[in-house]
């Protein structure tokens, strides 16, 4: 790090914290060379890397932006969109890797989706896996009825509930 006054590539650190949100550090250095004090702000990069090869910075932007279309005319808030872009950031972040395929951001989509609105995770997953014909449609719906039916047979903390006679 060189200092932004006499160009010293000595600093030392004085201060670390970590901004309001934890997404960077904030570090305040101090030049050996000339004794002023700056501030340095280190975050982490996370690069997109799309079909035709080409990377491009991780945006939340255009996580909500593709999920709108999808959940346009459905009860979805753009808080909800908002903490969806974030859930999906962490997850890809938690991966640790600094550059990630496109392919891996849809996946880490559908699954905070499903949770959010059904409706709009099909849209979604219409479009994402390339559905090409109603059995595509009908298999994915089959899928979320049986794992549906599941969450409703299991009672709190994932236990089993009794069959009881209707």
């Known amino acids: 790090m060189y200092c932004p ?6 600093s030392r650190v004085v201060d670390s914290r970590l901004t309001e949100d934890g997404s960077a550090i904030r570090r305040r250095r101090q030049c050996s060379g000339c004794g002023r004090r700056f501030t340095t702000l280190e ?3 996370l690069s997109v890397v799309k079909r035709s090869g080409v990377g491009e910075p991780f945006s939340r932007t255009k996580v909500i932006n593709g999920v709108r279309k999808a959940c346009q005319g459905r009860p979805v808030t753009d808080d909800d969109l908002a903490m969806l872009a974030q859930e ?3 997850t890809v972040r938690a991966s640790g890797a600094a550059e990630i395929d496109a392919h891996e951001i849809g996946l880490a989509i559908l699954g905070p989706l499903k949770k ?6 099909l849209r979604f997953a219409s479009v994402y896996q390339d559905f ?6 009908e298999a994915a719906i089959g899928q ?4 549906s039916e599941a969450a409703k047979s299991k009672g709190p ?4 509930r009794p069959l009881t006679a209707r």
């Open 5 to 10: 006054f006499c160009r010293n590539p000595d």
């Open 43 to 45: 975050t982490t990069s």
């Open 116 to 121: 959010l609105d059904v409706v709009a995770y």
């Open 157 to 160: 903390a994932g236990k089993q």
């Open 88 to 90: 999906v950031e962490e």
């Open 132 to 137: 090409d014909s109603l059995e595509d449609f």
């Open 144 to 147: 979320l009825r049986s794992e």
